[in-house]
C-alpha cells in the first residue's frame, strides 16, 4: 500500500506561481510512476504531469512550458511547480502512483492510478 499526501494549494492571481508537493510513504519501492491530475467542478479528472521511475517527464499541452513536475528520490517527495498561472488551471490537484507507467504514446495519461491522495485546492483569479 502507497500513501500520498499532497500540500501546497492555494489562491493566487493569474500569472503568479504555486508549488505542490506530494509525499509518499509505504510500498513505494514498488511503484514506477508518480503524476499530477486536476480536476475541475464539473469536469473531469486529467492528467497534468507524470515523472517515470528513471526521470522522464510528461506534460499535458496546456501545461507545457509553464508547469515542471520533479521527485525527490531520496525523500520520496513529488513536485509541481507552477508558473505563469491562469484562471482555467484552477481546480483540485491529486497525486497518483502505479506500479506502472501512467502515460502512454508520450503524451496521453492512464486515469485509473491504483493509488490517489486526497487532493489540494488550487484557484487562480484572474
Known amino acids: 500500500q502507497v500513501h500520498l499526501v499532497e500540500s501546497g494549494g492555494g489562491s493566487v492571481q493569474a500569472g503568479e506561481s504555486l508549488r505542490l508537493s506530494c509525499a509518499a510513504s509505504g510500498a513505494v519501492y514498488y511503484t514506477r510512476s508518480m503524476a499530477w491530475f486536476r480536476q475541475a467542478p464539473g469536469k473531469a479528472r486529467t492528467g497534468v504531469a507524470a515523472?517515470?521511475?528513471?526521470?522522464?517527464?510528461t506534460y499535458a499541452a496546456s501545461v507545457k512550458g509553464r508547469f515542471t513536475v520533479s521527485k525527490d528520490n531520496a525523500n520520496n517527495i513529488l513536485y509541481l511547480q507552477m508558473d505563469n498561472l491562469r484562471p482555467d488551471d484552477s481546480g483540485m490537484y491529486f497525486c497518483a502512483s502505479d506500479h506502472g507507467p501512467l502515460t502512454y504514446y508520450g503524451t496521453m495519461f492512464r486515469t485509473d492510478p491504483k493509488y490517489w491522495g486526497q487532493g489540494t485546492q488550487v484557484t487562480v483569479s484572474p
Open positions: 515523472v517515470d521511475r528513471d526521470g522522464t517527464p
